[in-house]
């Protein structure tokens, strides 16, 4: 089925994060925003031109916006990945979808619907299972004293869900999905290259740099799937099947990386999928056409 793009599409980003946790190692994070960023831009551009769309858009202060809160994000994923083990940094990512219910939420108590909000108890329950699973995530990262590497990645997911909407917002206004992820890409390149001149740039060694090339080649190939997955494909299956981009990195970083992960972390890896999956159902009622989240 359509559908299984995004299975393809979860193995792009979780093989992604495999080459950053290798490049990791020699490159410091905003190097690997910058060329993923750079790459990106580079490949999208090729894209639009081949499907003839513009790269000319008439609400300019919107992809500013989006590529602010995307940059973040991905930085402190990047960050995360590197510094966690790779299915816990791709789990607290995937909170996204918990936290775009609790926003509903919170919008819904501050416009002082208390009636509604009265009626939105399941969505309340997904909300508490999937920081009950955040806990469970942190606890071994604190014994490891990767707290604040654990915290870095939670705050990742929390920018993928403001992304999420500002994403949905472009899309309501018609923007094309190619030029949202051009400028995005530019977006990450110029504050992967700002934030290059206070910190320096590391020297290339060979074969380490050679991780750079598939971390923006396997992004562009995972959101190209992702959007096609989206586009022919049922809406509600296709956001669950991105949660099979947990197993993924969870299947690399046992085999490559040796990660060892107590009980009560993939207990609570599988609760925030969970949660995850209904809070999805839940919003799939009030807003039947998902976009694509990007990395």
Known sequence: ?????????????????????????????????????????VFMATLCKMQNVSLRTAIPMMHVWRSIIGVASLSAWFYAIAHLPLATAMTLNYMSGVWVAAFLIGGTL????????????????????????????????????????????LLSGLGA????????????LGEAESRTVFYFSMGSTLVGAVAILFTGASAWTWPEALWLLPIG?????????????????????????????????????????????????????????????????LRSRALPQAPAEEH
């Open 110 to 153: 501050v416009m002082g619907r208390l009636q509604d909000a009265s009626k939105q108890g399941p969505v309340v329950l997904t909300v508490i299972a999937g920081f009950s699973g955040v806990v469970m995530i942190l606890r071994p990262t604190i014994e490891q004293n990767q707290l604040f590497a654990g915290v870095i990645g």
């Open 161 to 172: 869900a403001l992304a999420y909407i500002q994403v949905a917002a472009l899309g309501r």
């Open 217 to 281: 080649i396997l992004a562009a190939l995972g959101q190209l799937s992702m959007t096609k997955a989206y586009a022919s494909g049922a809406t509600l299956v296709v956001a669950n099947l991105q949660y099979s981009g947990i197993v993924f990195a969870a299947l690399y970083g046992l085999f490559l990386f040796g990660d060892q992960i107590p009980l009560i972390g993939w207990t609570g890896m599988g609760l925030i999928i969970a949660s995850g999956i209904a809070a999805t159902a």
């Open 1 to 41: 089925m359509q559908a299984s793009w995004m299975i393809l599409a979860s193995l792009f980003f979780a093989s992604m994060s495999v080459c950053i946790k290798f490049a990791a190692s020699h490159f410091h994070t905003f190097e690997l925003v910058f060329y993923r960023g750079l790459i990106g831009m």
